[in-house]
């Protein structure tokens, strides 16, 4: 699948906040990138702002436009808060999952574990990165991938506890998604109703 592969600390410019984690340009830039990055800024148009959230959420899931929408579509059809069901759905992603779970540094390195079938679902190998993990399902490392130095190093002092909707075994190396998160436990700075917005016009 495409995806984007620039240059982070650009996006992360973009948005003024470190979406695929901590950013040292953004210490010494914390103004958008491009000739008048750092001149008197125009007024955002309310579309403007709506679409803005939407392309950050994008960016920070690393999902691309036609899976963004049909996950919208999913989540509306749902009884409950739409926004919510979206971050929740995303949420879900077997690559996100590997993340939260310290397995990986970042969304990209547990995409590209997934991809390369380092991972397991049920004791079923699954390389695919939008599969949506259920709760009550375990997520592992495969036998043979679990001395990979970048599952290691990740692992490494990694602080499962601070996401309540997921339980880890650092023997077995395995994880399990206990419950769908709530939107208070998701730390992710996004303002789901604005992308609802865009979507409902």
Known sequence: MARYTGPKSKIAR????????ADKVLSKKNYPPGQHGNSRKRKTSEYGVQLREKQKAKYI???????FRNLFVKAASEKGITGEILLQLLEGRLDNVVYRLGIAPTRAAARQLVNHR???????????????????????????SKSLEVVVNSL?????????????????KVGKLLHIPERADI???????????????
Not at 119 to 132: F, L, M, P, Q, R
């Open 14 to 21: 973009k948005f003024g906040e470190g979406i695929f984690g």
């Open 61 to 67: 899931y690393g999902v691309l436009e036609k899976q």
């Open 118 to 144: 380092h991972i397991t679902v049920d004791g079923e190998i699954v390389n695919i990165a939008s599969y949506a993990v259920k709760p009550g399902q375990l997520v592992a490392v495969r036998e043979k």
């Open 156 to 172: 490494a002092g990694f602080n499962h506890s601070k996401y309540p909707w997921l339980e880890w075994d650092d023997v077995s």
């Open 187 to 201: 730390p992710e700075n996004i303002k789901e109703h604005l992308i609802v917005e865009l979507y409902s016009k």
